[in-house]
């Protein structure tokens, strides 16, 4: 399904009543790099799938469940997040919509202290759905080369296949929680459409 197909909705309400559609809920999950990581200063977590794609944690929503019941049990099951952790209406980004496979995949985004993080990742291991529905958990990599301080090494993990609209949401939180400055991700866009 290709990113373009997908229609974004920066607001929640009224969209559980699309009649006939599937609910997910994916969510990005990031932190802040102690200051003595002079390489990265944000971590951001994704995961490798069962079919090969990149993404982020998550799954459908059962009925019966509410967006962010839904949510926590999908990461409980792929990467082991605690109640600590949960997600809440107040970490809702934004839906999107696709019409042609009656979907509606619903995005949070949260914010963890790096200790969180860190012990996060290492629970995944651990989880119920790892090696079955999930391959592993990467950091995207938001350092800049070592050898061109003026690359990022973001425009060469853009070449990954995506699902869905995976792609689309990591550059658009990136860019609104300044996780990244936009210019530089604009120059990893750019760079990997001049690689292509």
């Known amino acids: ?6 229609v974004f909705l920066d607001y929640k309400k009224n969209t559980c009543n699309y009649k006939g559609y599937r609910h997910a809920a994916h969510a990005l999950i990031y932190c802040k790099m102690a200051p003595s990581n002079e390489k990265m200063k944000h971590a951001v977590m994704m995961q490798l799938r069962f079919d090969g794609t990149l993404g982020f944690p998550g799954g459908f929503v059962d009925g019966g469940e509410n967006l962010e019941n ?35 995949d619903h995005f949070y985004v949260k914010k963890l202290t790096e200790n969180d993080f860190v012990k996060l990742e290492n629970r995944t291991l651990e989880c119920h759905d790892w090696g079955g529905e999930t391959m592993g958990i990467i950091r995207v990599p938001l350092q ?53």
């Open 1 to 6: 399904m290709a990113a373009e197909e997908a």
């Open 70 to 104: 839904g949510l926590n049990r999908e990461l409980y099951e792929e990467i082991g997040l605690t109640q600590a952790n949960h997600f809440t209406e107040t970490d809702y980004f934004g839906s999107w919509y696709h019409e042609h496979i009656r979907l509606m």
């Open 144 to 196: 800049k080369s070592s050898k061109n301080p003026n690359f990022y090494s973001l425009s060469q993990f853009f070449q990954h296949n995506f699902i869905g609209n995976a792609k689309h949401q990591l550059i658009q939180v990136l860019v609104e929680k300044n996780i990244l400055p936009a210019v530089d991700v604009q120059d990893a866009s750019v760079n990997l459409i001049n690689n292509v």
